[in-house]
């Protein structure tokens, strides 16, 4: 392929069709002619180089997000997945949000709704929360494309983003922070807890051409969601 295009995706047909990178906005697929979300080029980080040669040294192939299976469709034909914010603020329904009033009001004291929140594993505690709480019935896991750590206003936490003592921060001192040990592990002991939950941030969209599969969650057991009060972010 040219250097001068890039690869787009149809959710829709599943057609593969080229453009010129700058353009954006919405636009009908070649194949089906439904209208497909082209988002603009993101800015990238000055030193996403750096960024770039550490998602390799700690070996970084996927960030995770969790969702219900019944919120999918609509992430595919929305051409992504939005803060829960833009979807308030544009009208945008999510049958099953993963977050609830609590977590909301955590989000808005640390000026953080407009982020489409990531972890480095596919069993973030919060999962169980939501689980438990029942505003997730079905958990289906999102595997997106590290390369949004490189954007210019992706931001990283070394622990739950709402917690007290999170470390929040755009730069490379605040992704290094992460202790990527702990963080990338499936399971965690339990004075584990906080560093486990470490947390990209990125802020208000990703492009459904940086989701990379999703899943119903391969470990899915009832009996999780025993017992997880004290992973709340207090």
Not at 22 to 39: A, E, M, S, Y
Not at 217 to 226: G, W
């Amino acid at each position: 392929m040219s250097e001068y295009t890039k690869s787009v995706k149809c959710p829709y047909c599943s057609t593969n069709w080229t453009i010129k990178p700058l353009v954006h906005g919405n636009l009908n697929c070649t194949n089906c002619d439904n209208k497909i979300r082209i988002p603009k080029e993101p800015t990238f980080k000055k030193d996403w180089l750096v960024f770039k040669q550490k998602i390799d040294d700690y070996k970084i192939s996927s960030l995770f997000h969790f969702t219900d299976e019944s919120n999918i469709n609509s992430i595919s034909k929305g051409g992504g997945l939005f803060s829960w914010k833009y979807c308030e603020d544009n009208n945008l329904n999510i049958p099953k949000p993963g977050g609830g009033d609590l977590s909301r009001s955590l989000d808005n004291r640390k000026n953080l709704p407009d982020y489409v929140r990531l972890g480095l594993n596919y069993n973030l505690p919060m999962l169980y929360v939501a689980l438990r709480e029942g505003r997730i019935k079905n958990p289906y896991i999102i595997e997106i494309d590290p390369m949004v750590i490189l954007w210019e206003e992706t931001l990283f936490s070394d622990e739950n983003a709402t917690a007290n003592g999170a470390i929040i921060g755009s730069e490379l001192d605040d992704f290094l922070n992460i202790n990527f040990d702990i963080a990338m592990k499936d399971k965690y002991d339990e004075n584990e807890k906080k560093l486990f939950q470490a947390e990209i941030l990125v802020k208000t969209f990703i492009p459904y051409c940086f989701i990379k599969t999703w899943y119903c969650h391969p470990s899915f057991d009832n009996t999780n969601t025993e017992d997880i009060d004290d992973d709340l972010p207090f």
